[in-house]
């Protein structure tokens, strides 16, 4: 199994995917010494009895209270607990992996004053059999996924609950069945695990991942369904797009282009028709943005991967800690809703596209793509599964970071709502790998209910051979659920961009 090495500075998005689904991880051995060197700052400053906050003082609002020498410890037990209060379904295996590689990133970079043994014992929990049990919501993105960093560090303290081999039980049950210890936490070290951005940027990573293969994905969708409608491939003409200047537009067209050489399917302008409807015309124009967005928002997603975000800070080579609040999450906030509304936009035409392949008076091909029909409804209700997923993207795209909701007695009277806006883009993911599962396999239909004499291009044969395998022609009425399920996971787990890539290289 593949091991990824953790300094803090040189994470990568490729890294963190790796752990999230099983890589193991080492630490670099630089890290331990920045890392001693901020804790040493930390022992004094309570051994001294200096005043700094979340170390000596409460939280929040209670930042004036001071906080004992001896009860540091409890001080950090309580803010794991009393901040442990999330709600809903379970984060998925994945994204718990992720976020907890986030974390020890972010405390190896040495500016969180974190001990040597918690530090380890979050490794060691990371390349464990165990997933902490992390609710999805309660994080307000400021300070940080306090939430469900929390109960991540439950788990360290042997308290609530734990997946172990995907069993769920008591956590100190886990911790023994891996033979680990439950840890006590000593000053800072509470802050320094639960407050920062790893669950948004966890949810991040995985979101821009998908969207690189749906964004691939849907070209592959347009370049079938443009042999299944006879599409004018004049539209695609490189010469056109450059004119326009925009990288994401001009990859499209190129992929197309690849996608289609050698179809007999395609048309020129003029021969059956003058133009295509927008659908079909403008796939580049549509696409392209899309592309361009999820660009950016990979952008900041690989700039946050190495980036310390709890609060305060340690600078032990002047012997400083600093309050600041880079444990705000605006920075994810904003490209996550950006993600959200390019990958609708995905979904959106993709939904057009199959209800040109449906509909008679928009095409050629019989109603429904079925023969007999009345007495089959052929894919009439299929059209109508993409139109709802399409239409909950579009309320699921209303931007979160556009709210605030004040808390901490206003103290933290500005909050991003960068959760909300991670998994609300997950969310629209799953649903643009449906629309798109579903558009592929609309047209595999149209193609075999149309002209079976026009070659399809070498590249789409590919992609309608694998889907043939798992699904085939509907001659008449059947459950039809079963096969939107198999498409969806040839979309999800990119083997409809692999069997194109084999034979055009990568698509961009």
Sequence with gaps: MKTVVIDGLNLSLKDVLDVAYGAKVEIAKEAYTRMAASRGLVNDIIKNKKSVYGITTGFGKF?????????????QKNLITSHACGVGKPLAQEAVR?????RLNALAVGNSGISRNTFDALKELLNSPIIPFIPEKGSLGASGDLVPLAHMTLTLLGIGDAYYDGLLMPAIKALNMAN????????????????????????ACLTVSDSINLNKTADICAALTCEALRGIIDAYDDRIHQLRHQSGQIKTAQNLRNLLSGSARTIKQGQLRVQDAYTLR????IHGPSKD????VKDIVCKELNAVTDNPLIFADTNETLSGGNFHGQCL?????????ALSELANVSERRIER??????SDLPGFLVKEGGLNSGFMIVQYVAASLVNENKVLSHPASVDSITSSANQEDHVSMGMTAARKSREIAKNVTQVLAIELLTACQAIDIGDKNLNLAPATKAVYDLIRQKVSFM????????????VEQLVKSGEIVRAAEKVIGEIN
């Design 282 to 285: 403008c796939v580049p124009q």
């Design 333 to 341: 906030a904003l490209p996550l809703d950006f993600a959200a509304i």
């Design 357 to 362: 392949m449906v509909n008679p008076q928009l």
């Design 98 to 102: 992720a976020l907890m590689c986030l």
């Design 63 to 75: 930042s004036e209270v001071s906080i004992s020498e001896k009860d540091s410890e409890k001080l």
């Design 475 to 486: 001659a008449s009425d059947r459950y039809i659920s079963p096969d939107i399920a198999a």
């Design 180 to 203: 680990l210890s439950a840890i006590e936490l000593s000053g800072k070290e509470g802050l320094a695990l639960i407050n920062g951005t790893c669950a948004m940027c966890a949810l």
């Design 293 to 296: 967005a999820i660009s950016y």
